[in-house]
Each structure stands twice: as C-alpha cells, then as structure tokens.
C-alpha cells in the first residue's frame, strides 16, 4: 500500500503542478489581446462570437449569451466589424446556439447578410480552428466573457491565428462561479489538447465562402 499512495501522491503534485502551470501561462501570455474599451478596439473584418446556451438550467434568459450578443451587436454598429461568424454546438433540433444567436442579433437590427453560421463549433478548440480551416479566416476578434478569452486566444496563438478578443460583460461572481471553476480545468486540458494530444476539431469538412460587405 506504501508504494500505492506514492503513486497516488506524485500524480497529485503532477496534477496541481500542471494545473497552476496552464493557468499562469495562459492568461499571462494572452491578456495583452484583450480588450473591454469597444472604442479602443481595432478595425477587424471578422468577428467570431463563441457559443454559448441561450438559456440556463432552471430555463431564464442566460446573462452570458446575452452579454455576448449585445457586445457583437455595438460592435457591429460601431463600424469596428463588418462580418460575423456564429460558432456553437448544434447538437439537435432542440438544442442550436448558432440559431439561437442569429435569432437575438436579427432583433437587435443586424443584417442576415452579416451574419455566417458555424454549426460544428463544439467546443472552443473547434470553433477556432474552423473559423481558420473552413472559413479562410486569419484574422479576427474573438467575442466572449474575459476569463474565456484568455484560453480562446491562446488557442488561436498555437494555430498561428492572428486573433483579438473583444470582451463581453461578465455576470456577478457568485453566478459565474461554477463557470469559473470549469475554465481552470479547461486551461489545463487545452494545454494537454495542443501540445500533448494534439486534439483536432471533431468536424472539418469542406471550405465555405464567407461573403463580407462593409458594415454601412
């Protein structure tokens, strides 16, 4: 049993050690491309906004789907963009981020001619390497909440994308919390994803032509 809990013990370190290692290095080599400050940010002709459920658990309107959509919105009107890619899970007939946030922008006045759908953005990794390999995009802002972004940039950094983030309003901490929590743990996973496993999206298929107009 000694020996057993050796093993147990150095895995643990291993585990923790890796955990506080992706975290640090993550955020630390990404938050120089985030912006909060919509006037600050750049001119980009593409916007990636990544998916998020419309709706929470118990069924209320979901602060960050919101948040997310309205930052895309002001992007749009402010000229700072001129197309958007929507990015999310689309795992049946009743569960369809892509829909669900072309739905809340078109109400918001965007333009159906601004808007490009990615069906197969399941998870972050995927709707990154998609916007790149699929829809010819090497260039973009990347539209969601601040602790995100940070992983979604860094994502993009190893796929040699040149990409910003445009961050969205984050809900009260003791809402995001279990958020939160996953995110740290998702750090982790994306550095054993890229360097490690070298996890590719599970959808790729063939290019689609993204048809962008100056935002009038």
Same mark, same amino acid.
């Given at each position: 049993?000694?020996w ?9 370190i291993?585990?923790?050690s890796?955990?506080?290692?992706s975290n640090?290095?993550i ?9 909060s400050?919509?006037n600050?940010v ?12 419309h709706?929470t658990?118990k069924?209320?309107?979901?602060p ?10 002001e ?6 963009i001129?197309?958007?890619?929507l990015?999310?899970? %689309?795992?049946?007939?009743?569960? %369809? ?9 078109l109400?918001?006045g965007?333009?159906?001619s601004a808007?490009?759908l990615d ?7 995927d ?5 790149k ?5 090497n ?10 972004s ?15 983030a ?6 009260d901490?003791?809402y ?12 982790t996973?994306a550095v054993?994803d ?6 590719a ?6 290019k ?8 009038q």
């Amino acid at each position: 049993m000694r020996w057993m809990k050796r093993i147990f013990l150095t895995l643990f370190i291993l585990f923790i050690s890796l955990f506080i290692f992706s975290n640090l290095w993550i955020v630390r080599s990404t938050k120089s491309r985030v912006f909060s400050d919509l006037n600050k940010v750049p001119h980009h002709r593409i916007a990636l906004v990544l998916g998020t459920s419309h709706r929470t658990a118990k069924g209320d309107p979901n602060p960050f789907f919101e948040n997310r959509i309205e930052t895309a919105a002001e992007l749009y009107k402010k000229g700072k963009i001129d197309h958007l890619i929507l990015s999310g899970d %689309n795992r049946s007939i009743y569960y %369809n981020e892509p829909m669900a946030m072309l739905k809340a922008l078109l109400k918001k006045g965007i333009p159906a001619s601004a808007i490009t759908l990615d069906y197969a953005g399941l998870r972050t990794l995927d709707s990154i390497v998609r916007c790149k390999e699929i829809f010819g995009q090497n260039k973009f802002i990347i539209i969601t909440q601040p602790f995100h972004s940070y992983r979604a940039l860094f994502i993009s950094r190893y796929h040699n994308i040149n990409a910003i983030a445009m961050v969205a309003e984050e809900p009260d901490f003791e809402y995001s919390f279990k958020v939160r929590i996953r995110e740290y743990l998702a750090r982790t996973k994306a550095v054993l994803d890229l360097y490690v496993l070298k996890t590719a999206p599970r959808f790729l298929g063939q290019k689609e032509e993204v048809n962008v107009q100056e935002a009038q």
